[in-house]
Nanobody, 123 residues
Framework: QVQFVESGGGLVQPGGSLRLSCSAS????????MGWFRQAPGKEREFVAA????????YYADSVKGRFPISRDNDKNTVYLQMNSLKPEDTAVYHC????????????????WGQGTQVTVSS
C-alpha cells in the first residue's frame, strides 16, 4: 500500500522559511489530490493547504494564504509546502495527506496520512 513520508521540519526563527516535502511510494501518486494539515499541542488538527491531482487547483487556510504555497511534482511523487514568514503560531506537527477525491479542505475526505514532521518557530 502507498505510504507518505514527510521531511523538512525543524527549528526556525520567526520570519524564517522552511520547505516541507512529502514523498510517496508507488506509481499512483498522481491519482491523489494532496493536502497539508497541522496540529499544535492541545489543538485540533487543522487544514493548511490542498492541491489537485494535476496541480491546477489549490486551496489555503486564511491563516497561511500568501505565505505557504503548496506545489507538487508528480514525476518525483512529491508534494511540497513552502513556508515563508514563519510565525510562532505556526508551530505544529505538519502532516501530509492523500485523497482519492478532488482537492478538498475536509479532513474526513483524506484517505492516507503521513506520520508528521515537527515545525518549531521560536527565537
Amino acid at each position: 500500500q502507498v505510504q507518505f513520508v514527510e521531511s523538512g521540519g525543524g527549528l526556525v526563527q520567526p520570519g524564517g522559511s522552511l520547505r516541507l516535502s512529502c514523498s510517496a511510494s508507488g506509481r499512483t501518486f498522481s491519482s491523489y489530490s494532496m493536502g497539508w494539515f497541522r496540529q499544535a499541542p492541545g489543538k485540533e488538527r487543522e487544514f493548511v493547504a490542498a492541491i489537485s491531482r494535476n496541480g491546477g487547483v489549490t486551496y489555503y487556510a486564511d491563516s497561511v494564504k500568501g505565505r505557504f504555497p503548496i506545489s507538487r511534482d508528480n514525476d518525483k511523487n512529491t508534494v511540497y509546502l513552502q513556508m515563508n514568514s514563519l510565525k510562532p503560531e505556526d508551530t505544529a506537527v505538519y502532516h501530509c495527506a492523500a485523497s482519492l477525491r478532488r482537492a478538498t479542505v475536509r479532513r474526513s475526505d483524506y484517505d492516507y496520512w503521513g506520520q508528521g514532521t515537527q515545525v518549531t518557530v521560536s527565537s
